[in-house]
């Protein structure tokens, strides 16, 4: 389905508190002091959107969509952000944040769907998404010109099945996906083969497409899905991992943490085990500023806190919690719920903080800071 996002739909509340034009005029989004997040969500009544919201819980403006929304990017320097539709995606939504207004659809390329996320190279002319070549069963890295109205200029593989999140390492060259193992003939047949779902941690040089690395979990984890991935100011990529199983084995760790040339890492149990997760972890995100890694499981309403060497920190329940975004408070993790609330949590703290909450949309998966 393809999206139709194409208007505004600014609150009663912001209209009557600052104006439209007073809003978001005059400086760039992400200078605002109280800061201010992107996130996929869906309405109380029904349908899809994107919103711009503050820590408050005030939603600065809304866009329909007419199917889900996932993840989102951010172009450096500019008020350009992207929101792609939930894997398989058949469309990307780029937005003046700026402006609260579409700037233009980017259509799935033939025979490939979006795979939920996509991240922006250093300096913002290239626009990179995960994505399913859907003939062959393979995953690819769609390359958009930003400079171009986002014009797809090639693709490169992955080296894997089912790509969903990617990160770029602090060297602007090497790419790290999270090649799930799932694509859409799973999804498509309506049951999973566990022997065929083929997960791992790939490296890649993007601008030589070429594997640098590839890191596989040992044969007893094989089922785990990679999905979602995190940078840490020590160097080393953080993955948030799902039970691909129909039941899942509650016991299995959902957490690593990798450097190139080492071993999988995995991450301590959360107090309580790693049953509180109830096999699925939703998204991650780093606080580099003060060490601490977050993963969150909406099924099981819990957000877990580690340290850089993987040791664990907290487990803090919030029900359906699972949008993750460092603020610009050191040491603290904002998480939306889809609940429409949003909560403060860090490792000072072993109770989160309610910041606010919204009576018109639930949040979805992930939350960006514009």
């Known amino acids: ?3 139709t996002a194409t208007r505004v739909l600014l609150t009663r509340r912001t209209l009557l508190a600052a104006g439209a034009a007073a809003l978001f005029a005059g400086k760039s989004a992400r200078g605002d002091a109280g800061g201010r997040y992107l996130s996929a969500a869906a309405r109380f ?38 929101c792609f539709a939930r894997r398989p995606g058949s469309f990307a939504l780029v937005l003046d944040t700026l402006a609260g207004q579409v700037m233009t659809e980017i259509p799935a390329a033939p025979s490939r769907h979006f795979s939920g996320h996509g991240l922006y190279v250093p300096g913002g002319d290239l626009l990179l998404a995960t994505e399913n070549d859907e003939v062959r069963h393979e995953g690819v890295i769609g390359v958009y010109d930003a400079r171009e109205n986002y014009k797809r200029i090639g693709e490169f593989p992955t080296f894997g099945i089912g790509p969903h999140d990617l990160e770029l390492l602090p060297d602007g060259k090497t790419l790290v996906i999270a090649n799930g193992g799932i694509d859409k003939r799973h999804d498509d047949t309506g049951g999973r083969d566990l022997e065929d779902i083929r997960s791992d941690l790939a490296y890649l040089d993007w601008q030589a497409e070429r594997l640098l690395e590839r890191a596989i979990l040992e044969p007893r984890y094989a089922r785990l899905s990679i999905r979602h991935l995190a940078l840490t100011e020590a160097g080393d990529v953080a993955a ?21 040339g080492s071993a999988p890492r995995w991450l301590e149990a959360p107090e309580g085990g790693w049953a509180r997760l109830r096999g699925y972890c939703g998204a991650a995100a780093a606080d580099r500023t003060a060490g601490v890694i977050a993963m969150s499981s909406p099924r099981g309403n819990c957000v877990g806190l580690w340290d850089e060497s993987g040791a664990a920190l907290e487990a803090v329940a919030i029900h359906d919690g699972c949008g993750l975004s460092a603020t610009a408070t050191p040491g603290e993790i904002l998480v939306s719920s889809g609940s429409g609330e949003l909560f403060a949590i860090s490792r000072k703290a072993a109770a989160p903080s309610e910041l606010g909450a919204n009576g018109e949309f639930r949040f979805d998966n992930h939350m960006v800071r514009i």
Request: glycine share 12%; charged share 25%.
């Open 240 to 260: 948030a991992l799902q039970d691909a199983a129909d039941v899942p084995n509650l016991d299995f760790p959902l957490g690593f943490l990798h450097r190139a």
């Open 1 to 3: 389905m393809r999206s």
């Open 45 to 82: 009544t029904g349908g899809y959107a994107v919103v711009a919201v503050d820590e408050a819980g005030e939603i600065a403006f809304e866009l329909a969509l007419d199917d889900r929304g996932h993840g989102l990017a951010v172009r450096p320097g500019s008020n350009e952000a992207v």
